[in-house]
């Protein structure tokens, strides 16, 4: 059969689901073919040209996009859509086809789903359930690949993640666990085991600007941790969503005098007011917020 894969996000992320399916298709001795939305979009008689189509959306705001491509037979899933499909057990535990986006030297995959903390802004609580739990062993998506990109929504809620973190570590590959680790949940014991990893990148999330907790479990952190480089330790800041700009300030200050590196995360940010899409501007460009040190400066220096 001739297969058709439509990523509709195209972002700098490959999208880990249509790995899946073309391992899967690859399998049967099918033709897979990768294709952005808006491809799909150009071709003619798209539906008369392959025999499945499988369309993929991480984010949202494609809304046109995607009734578009579903005039046209694509079969859409993700959490960008309104479908809720999970994939079959065989094809969720197959080796992902990461070929199909040319990646050679690093592995992406989910060892836990799941997050306990159900926050109003997150869909996590909703897809996966309110518990963090094991969903694979590092064997599962990892096949000797110098780079590990780890997923998981909440890996130090789960019961199991102790054994995982030793997993990561006994692949000598570098980790970067690419989204937020809660920092409320780090103990000696699992600073201990991060430590034996080859960091890449470690991400924390420091969502409420109320939430001293947090900001004492980075502290601690700074001091166990064998990570010096700050360049390494990314803490992501939510902005426009139950904060001031105030209280975002005090976050971002007190995360860069501390050793941390901030970055800022806008909620809704199509309405977001312009002061704040500045700062997020000012934050995430590296070379800019490492010389312009206040905020004030950079947002009167642009008008």
């Not at 062993?137 to 102790?162: M, R, T």
Request: with cysteine; hydrophobic share 35%; aromatic share 12%.
């Amino acid at each position: 059969m001739k297969i058709a894969l439509v990523d509709v996000d195209s972002h700098n992320f490959p999208n880990l689901v249509l790995m899946k399916l073309s391992a899967w298709h690859k399998n049967f001795g099918d033709e897979v073919t990768l294709m952005s939305a808006e491809t799909a979009l150009q071709e003619e008689n798209l539906i008369f040209k392959y025999d499945k189509i499988y369309g993929a959306c991480v984010f949202s705001g494609h809304e046109e996009i995607l009734n578009e491509l579903e005039k046209r037979g694509v079969h859409l899933g993700g959490t960008g859509t309104r479908y809720r499909e999970i994939l079959p057990y065989e094809i969720e535990h197959i080796m992902p086809d990461y070929s199909l986006y040319g990646i050679t030297d690093t592995a992406y995959g989910f060892l836990t789903r799941g997050c306990p903390r159900g926050c109003s802004f997150c869909l996590v609580g909703q897809k996966e359930g309110r518990k963090s739990y094991k969903v694979a062993d590092v064997s599962e998506w990892w096949d000797g690949q110098e780079n590990i990109k780890l997923i998981d929504p909440n890996l130090l809620a789960c019961s199991e993640h102790l054994d995982l973190l030793k997993q990561l570590a006994e692949t000598g590959a570098y980790v970067d666990i690419t989204q937020g680790l809660d920092a409320r949940l780090l103990t000696a014991k699992n600073i201990e085991l991060i430590n034996e990893l080859k960091i890449k990148n470690l991400h924390f999330t420091w969502d409420n600007p109320r939430d001293n907790f947090t900001k004492s479990a980075l502290e601690n952190f700074k001091k166990l941790s064998k990570v010096k480089d700050r360049r390494k330790m990314i803490v992501y800041v939510l902005v426009n969503y139950w904060s001031n700009l105030k209280e975002d300030l005090y976050r971002i200050y007190w995360l860069r005098e501390n050793g941390f590196e901030p970055y800022v995360m806008v909620y809704d940010k199509i309405n977001a007011p312009k002061q704040i899409t500045k700062m997020q501007r000012w934050v995430n460009n590296r070379r800019i917020f490492n010389v312009v040190k206040n905020f004030e400066d950079y947002d009167t220096r642009i008008g």
